[in-house]
């Protein structure tokens, strides 16, 4: 018996899961530089102390929309505005081509953070 082609439309569904969107919008920005981890004046390794690792993601998707809320870290003396839009177009884009999910709403908000200088502590 011959099997008939079957219509790509009708063939089925992919249902991405909301922890798989939210690990690629994170390594779409790792892979921009961003940083993974967020320092401040008290000192390198805070943000394992507060909880506040970056890049972190917020995803919501209603039916084939993502709405994305994501915070990343840019150390100086990196510009903030086209690092914002690199982010925005990247994950545009990679959202798009790995889960043909479109991304409705985007908001970047970038940290300022503290290059550590590699001083350690006198002795």
């Known amino acids: ?3 008939q082609a079957i219509d790509p439309a009708e063939r089925g569904r992919l249902d991405v899961r909301h922890r798989v969107l939210t690990r690629i919008v994170e390594q779409a920005i790792r892979g921009l530089g961003a940083s993974s981890e967020r320092t401040s004046a008290l000192g390198e390794g805070v943000g394992r102390l507060t909880g506040q690792q970056l890049p972190r993601a917020d995803v919501r998707v ?3 929309a993502v709405h994305l ?3 990343v870290g840019c150390a100086w003396p990196r510009p ?4 914002a ?3 925005r177009t990247t994950l545009r884009e990679e959202v798009r081509r790995q889960t043909g999910l479109d991304v409705r709403t985007l908001e970047v908000v ?3 953070l503290v ?3 590699g001083r350690g502590r006198v002795a």
């Open 115 to 117: 290059v550590a200088t």
């Open 80 to 83: 903030v505005a086209s690092f």
């Open 85 to 87: 839009e690199e982010v």
């Open 1 to 3: 018996m011959a099997e």
């Open 69 to 71: 809320h994501v915070e």
């Open 62 to 64: 209603v039916g084939r």
């Open 110 to 112: 970038v940290h300022p």
